[in-house]
């Protein structure tokens, strides 16, 4: 599967991270892992499917939005479909839709001005028919009616709260972060309830988990087993972060010791915990997250490819 990176404007609000784009040569299932993103998706051609215990499947809309995922999810892509997700911080839907962002937790909801709101007219819902679309064109363009509508909204004083406290999450637990904020521990899990829809401490094991992935990218000599990988990144044993790994993951953590570049489905989930790492997680936790890079980057092997 063919995957890369289309990013916002260097301005672009904060909330606002960039654009993937996918394109399934053959039928193939994948794992997204969990997530504190808000997706709004465009399934360009073909079908798309979704689902929660790899057994039953449910059609994915063809315009859709999204919101956290709490677990790693299963998708299933047929030859040939192509598909867009514009990526924002989960607060996304708060700030935009008429609506709180609980509703798009774990769920995929048909984007309509119901549900996301008026900055979204109906001709703006318009898919191709396209057997080869151009969906660069309609990523960028689905990133700039995103990025508009961003600026278009009055300031709220929550988003930028929420700004520093995910940014602190890139170095510190919730307990160490409350007093750094000047506030307290129980207002920053309402603030988390609220703009994204998950409990602050789901926020809180998802930035352990890609603190951790950082240190494995990024490791020295001190860092050569799981266990040395689990009491590094400071869950209690090997066990624990083997446990958070396939809730959040999808896999059993032995897969980061697979190779650089694993044949088959699993580099894609690789792929996405990497950008995660480089990319998406300085965009939500912060540009201090340690052992990231901002560079642009494509799915190793498939730069250039469309």
Do not use: N
Not at 50 to 56: L, P
Not at 260 to 280: H, K, N, V, Y
Request: include cysteine; glycine fraction near 8%.
């Amino acid at each position: 599967m063919d995957t890369d990176w289309i990013a916002a404007a260097p301005d672009a609000p904060s909330p606002l991270l960039g654009a993937t784009r996918h394109h399934a040569r053959r039928s193939t299932e994948f794992t997204v892992p969990a997530h504190t993103l808000a997706v709004l998706g465009v399934v360009a051609s073909g079908a798309l499917h979704v689902s929660r215990d790899g057994r039953r499947w449910e059609p994915v809309p063809p315009v859709f939005a999204e919101g956290c995922r709490t677990t790693a999810t299963r998708y299933r892509a047929e030859a040939g479909t192509r598909w867009i997700g514009c990526l924002a911080r989960a607060d996304a839907w708060a700030i935009l839709a008429p609506r709180p962002a609980r509703p798009f937790v774990d769920r995929l909801v048909p984007a309509t001005p119901e549900t996301l709101g008026a900055w979204l007219p109906e001709d703006d819902r318009r898919v191709t028919s396209s057997r080869a679309p151009d969906t660069r064109a309609l990523a960028r363009r689905w990133l700039a009616r995103l990025d508009q509508a961003l600026r278009a909204a009055p300031a709220r004083a929550a988003t930028a709260r929420l700004d520093a406290a995910m940014a602190g999450l890139g170095l510190h637990d919730l307990p160490e972060l409350a007093p750094r904020l000047d506030g307290s521990e129980r207002a920053l899990q309402r603030l988390f309830a609220r703009e994204l829809g998950v409990p602050a401490k789901f926020v809180q094991r998802l930035a352990r988990l890609h603190r951790t992935l950082a240190l494995w990218e990024h490791r020295g000599p001190d860092i050569d087993t799981l266990a040395d990988l689990a009491a590094a990144g400071g869950y209690t044993d090997q066990a624990h972060l083997a446990r958070e790994f396939r809730t959040l993951v999808g896999s059993p953590p032995r897969v980061l010791k697979a190779g650089a570049e694993p044949d088959g489905e699993m580099s894609d989930t690789l792929w996405a915990l990497r950008e995660g790492a480089r990319r998406l997680v300085p965009g939500l936790f912060g540009p201090r997250f340690p052992g990231t890079a901002l560079s642009e980057i494509a799915k190793p092997g498939s730069a250039g490819r469309r």
